[in-house]
């Protein structure tokens, strides 16, 4: 069964990790180390020992002693006993034993195996150049094995073949690597805390801190900080998520105006649902004649004029501290006092639709696709003002809803906005609204008292 390894922590993966290179690294400086001191020691060895192998060598080819088996024999003795590692010492013609300094090794056949001694020593017969080598064995104490040619009167006769331990050479490796364990295991102690230590600096705290952004930015926390990271990678990444949280706020204030996104935000509204209950202004504006002046364009020109009279009347409305609500085909809801409180809201409203019937007069026909601008009749916009108690929330259910105005005074300035039309007016407001004038101001004239569907009194209203 394969272990689900990312349900490990990353913390623990990397400790793991940084253990595993500890102990990995410590076998490989030991078999390094081990390498090379036995190489070298061994070749110490041969150094050392070359002059006395090539001295007895010499002798016995000069002094006759091959053809001496008992002198040639105690000859060899003698020099095993003066050499300390040297093990043993013997003469060969490539096929048998010729003296050893071991009694009763004369007249042994050299064998094959895994390393077939007669070969070697026929090559160096041949070619007249000494040989040295580690010779494998079964236990675990290797041995250095020296075959030096025998000449007497120009002609090999034999070789010398010399076995030397290095069992001092092995212990010093031995205590080299007990040596050497000591400070793998300090170097682990305080190395592997140390290297856990750097690489939650570098890699596992900034996750974290990254996860955490996440986190907050799932639940409509928009305006995210992250420190510089210490590598390219998670400055990238860092550096991705903030643009994320920056692209997905403004696509919400595309949809929704920057206060609703600031209170959404502020109240972690994008995961529950925000009602309350305020006083407000309610700006309703509707474009007159907007059927007949639609008629001659076709979809792109229309989406075209659109998009010009909504970006000029809602940089009015944000201008005026004012909530845009929606738009409704060519009408526009705006709220002004909510869901962000303002002091002056009410003659903020005033002073927003005033500059929203100045500049449509001013601009609309710029709007137009330049076919339709020198016959297109001369056109306006209606806005209705009431203030009062509104619902301001979450409306919908989970899978849809809408942050929206709702109560008495929007259905008021919906209405207001349809009586211009009767009273003449291109703006019209109620009594409440009108508290928001300075004193004096004579903007504003009375229009009487209409009565409105859906409510059973009538409403005094003022006009311009």
């Known amino acids: 069964m394969r272990f689900p390894l990312y349900r490990v922590s990353l913390a623990v993966q990397i400790l ?9 690294l410590m076998g490989a400086l030991n078999a390094i180390l081990q390498k090379a001191v036995l190489e070298g020691s061994t070749k110490i060895t041969v150094e050392v020992n070359q002059s006395m192998i090539k001295a007895a060598a010499d002798e016995i080819g000069a002094s006759g002693l091959l053809s001496d088996g008992p002198r040639l024999e105690k000859g060899l003795a003698a020099i095993r006993d003066r050499n300390k590692g040297l093990q043993s010492l013997f003469v060969s013609d490539g096929k048998v034993i010729v003296a050893a300094s071991d009694p009763g090794k004369a ?10 001694k007669g070969s070697e020593i026929r090559a160096v017969l041949g070619d007249g150049n000494p040989k040295s080598e580690i010779e494998q064995r079964t236990d675990i104490v290797p041995r250095l094995t020296y075959i030096y040619p025998i000449e007497s009167g120009g002609r ?12 001092e050479e092995f212990g010093a490796i031995t205590h080299l690597r007990e040596a050497l364990y000591r400070i793998m295991l300090v170097a682990g102690i305080v190395g592997v805390p140390l290297l856990f230590g750097l690489l939650w600096l570098m890699a596992i705290g900034p996750l974290r801190r990254l996860r955490r952004a996440a986190v ?16 390219s990678e998670l400055s990238g990444l860092s550096l991705a998520l903030v643009a994320a ?10 949809y929704l105006s920057p206060q609703v996104v600031a209170v959404l935000q502020k109240e972690k509204g994008f995961l529950r649902d925000i009602r309350m209950r ?18 001659g364009m076709d979809v792109n020109d229309l989406g075209l004029f659109l998009n010009g009279y909504f970006r000029t009347m809602t940089e009015i409305i944000f201008q005026k501290k004012g909530t845009l609500d929606k738009y409704m085909g060519d ?9 962000l409180p303002t002091a002056g809201y009410r003659l903020e409203a005033i002073e927003a639709a005033q500059e929203m019937v100045a500049s449509f007069a001013r601009n609309y026909r710029d709007w137009l696709p330049p076919h339709l601008r020198q016959g297109a009749p001369s056109s306006r916009i209606r806005v209705g003002i009431a203030t009062g108690e509104v619902f301001y929330g979450n409306v919908g259910y989970e899978r849809r809803s809408d942050f929206t105005a709702l109560g008495r005074a929007v259905n008021l300035a919906s209405r207001l906005q349809e009586l211009n039309k009767e009273t003449g007016t291109t703006i019209l407001m109620d009594e409440e ?15 009487g008292e209409v009565l409105v569907r859906g409510i059973s009194q009538g409403v005094k209203v003022l006009g311009a």
């Open 433 to 447: 609204t009108a508290k928001g004038l300075p004193e004096g101001d004579t903007r504003f004239r009375s229009a």
């Open 331 to 339: 009408g526009i809801l705006a709220v002004f006092g909510a869901p």
């Open 216 to 231: 907050k930015l799932a639940e409509g926390e928009f305006d995210l900080s992250l420190p510089q990271a210490n590598s």
């Open 278 to 295: 305020t006083t407000a202004a309610i700006l309703m504006c509707d474009v007159e004649g907007f059927t007949s002046l639609s008629e």
């Open 16 to 24: 793991f990790m940084a253990i595993v290179f500890v102990i990995g």
């Open 245 to 254: 949280s920056v692209s997905i706020k403004s696509q919400y204030e595309r």
């Open 156 to 167: 090999r006769l034999g070789a010398l073949v010399a076995k030397f331990s290095l069992a």
């Open 107 to 116: 007249g042994t056949i050299l064998g094959g195996g895994a390393s077939d």
